[in-house]
């Protein structure tokens, strides 16, 4: 069966630090892969999504950026954490395109200060 | 904004009695789907029902869809304490998907 894992689950980083956070998937081959973040009470906004290794497609423009080094790893990163980082940040793949049913990770807690 | 709402924003019921959610949405769909997700956790896939579906059915669960108002409602029947969670609408156009707000249910045991 699959499973989609994140780490680390909870982060406190001061502003203007760096980030990364993982996300890998296991038991499948050449998944989709989603980056999504939600504000407190708020629904998800996509960040991110590749369809392939080095594929990266931007959603919106800010402060992150994306990397897939490997079939299965999706990276989320930033130079230099803003403030309005803070938040969930989620993990997803798919089997086929975007609009298919969306497999979620653990997700991420991110809290700067 | 092309993203659904749901309706109510929170919703606090008793252990046995049933949950209606509301979505409603703004662009043409291929399909809607309903995602639940607990405090802090990933969001879990619930039920999709597709454009020219009405309604449809898995355990507890009852999704009907009337494209011609755009709106959809996720019906949860002899709810339990163990349904608390955010229940969130999908809707599926030709090139996008986009998230509701969700809706917040408190099921009292």
């Known amino acids: 069966s699959q499973t989609i894992h994140q780490w680390p689950a909870t982060l406190v980083q001061p502003v203007g630090s760096p980030l990364s956070l993982e996300c890998t998937v296991e038991g499948t081959s050449n998944p989709n892969l989603y980056w999504y973040r939600q504000a407190a009470g708020r629904g998800l906004q996509l960040l991110f999504y590749s369809v392939g290794i080095g594929q990266i497609s931007s959603e919106v423009p800010q402060n992150l950026s994306a990397s897939r080094p490997q079939d299965r790893q999706f990276i989320l990163s930033s130079k230099k954490l803003l403030l309005s980082d803070s938040g969930f940040y989620l993990c997803?793949?798919?089997?086929?395109?975007?609009?298919?049913?969306?497999?979620f990770g653990p997700g991420t807690r991110l809290t700067v200060l | 904004s092309q993203q659904g709402e749901e309706d109510p924003q929170a919703l606090s019921i008793q252990e046995g009695e049933n949950a209606t959610m509301n979505c409603s949405y703004k662009?043409?769909?291929?399909?809607l789907q309903w995602y639940r997700q607990n405090s802090g956790r990933g969001l879990v896939h619930l039920i999709l029902i597709r454009s020219n579906e009405r309604e449809k059915h898995s355990g507890r669960l009852r999704v009907t869809l009337d494209t011609s108002k755009k709106s959809s409602s996720l019906l949860i029947t002899a709810s339990r304490a163990a349904d608390t969670a955010s229940y969130f609408c999908v809707s599926t156009g030709a090139n996008n998907l986009f998230f509701g707000t969700g809706t917040r249910l408190t099921v009292i045991p």
């Open positions: 997803a793949w798919t089997v086929g395109g975007r609009l298919d049913t969306q497999y």
């Open positions: 662009t043409s769909i291929n399909n």
